[in-house]
């Protein structure tokens, strides 16, 4: 757990309370705080390179490649990376950097730190679902399946027409198959039950050297909101990447060319 003084750290940063009829919202921030006393987490696609029409192809230059090694050191390795894709994945996008990172891949369902990888047993659940949802996919031309370690998704970004089809067979096999139905940007995805990425900043924040500094968390995505929750709840903050919206981050950045920026002032 956590042993410094959180209010501390973050103290005098600040946020906007806005009172709509019914609820209140946080709207997020522009200015994220720059501090080097923090552990940091990051998500990778379209918080630190950008969206694009096929997932497969994304890969990270050499100029993140060299920014998240130097932000590591800097941070004296409290830097994670928490993502929806896999560890095979991220391993294939961020290249050998991705050794020296802690990782959590798959929403939580897998980890890798110090070399060490912690993985439960593939769900056969996932294997139905995924051949049915292949057998769509193969329908159209432009939409793609994802295939994850622990998850499968269809990202309709080509033929956004095929949206609503999409989330009617997803809700049909999460159902027939016990699985849980994620929303994300032009995609849903089916995974299994009990991870999300607020498990997965709690279970890094028990791990060293992490466990020593308060969480930032930045991401794009709905799916990222329990990051933001997870991290508001140990006195850290979140960090939301693109579009004001209702949010649990504190704060927000426009683009990942603005995560970019933000890294680089953090290191200087
Ligand atoms: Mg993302």
Redesign the pocket.
């Known amino acids: 757990m956590c042993r410094v003084p959180l209010c501390h750290q973050f103290a005098g940063m600040r946020s906007r309370t806005i009172s709509v009829p019914g609820k209140t919202a946080i709207r997020p921030l522009p200015l994220p705080p720059l501090k080097r006393d923090i552990s940091l987490f990051l998500?990778?696609?379209?918080?630190l390179v950008d969206l694009i029409d096929r997932p497969d192809d994304v890969r990270a230059d050499a100029g993140l490649r060299d920014l998240l090694t130097t932000v590591e050191g800097r941070l004296e390795g409290r830097l994670a990376i928490v993502?929806?894709r896999s560890l095979a994945q991220l391993d294939r996008i961020l290249g050998p950097v991705a050794r020296s990172l802690a990782l959590s891949g798959s929403h939580g369902c897998e980890y890798r730190l110090d070399g060490g990888v912690e993985q439960p047993p593939r769900p056969a659940a996932l294997d139905l679902a995924t051949e049915e949802m292949r057998r769509f996919a193969e329908r159209y031309d432009e939409v793609l399946l994802e295939e994850k370690t622990f998850g499968v998704g269809l990202h309709y970004r080509l033929k956004p027409e095929m949206e609503a089809d999409a989330h009617v067979l997803a809700g049909e096999l999460a159902a027939r198959y016990g699985l849980f139905l994620q929303r994300g940007k032009m995609m849903v995805e089916l995974r299994p039950h009990g991870h999300d990425k607020g498990v997965a900043i709690r279970h890094l924040m028990t791990t060293l050297p992490l466990s020593t500094a308060p969480p930032l968390f930045a991401?794009?995505?709905v799916?990222?909101e329990k990051g933001f929750e997870a991290v508001a709840a140990m006195g850290g903050h979140g960090i939301l990447v693109g579009p004001a919206r209702h949010s649990a981050a504190g704060f927000r950045l426009d683009d990942p060319r603005a995560v970019r920026n933000w890294l680089k002032e953090l290191i200087l």
Not at 43 to 47: E, I, K, N, P
């Open positions: 998500d990778l696609d379209g918080t993502s929806g991401g794009d995505d799916t990222d």
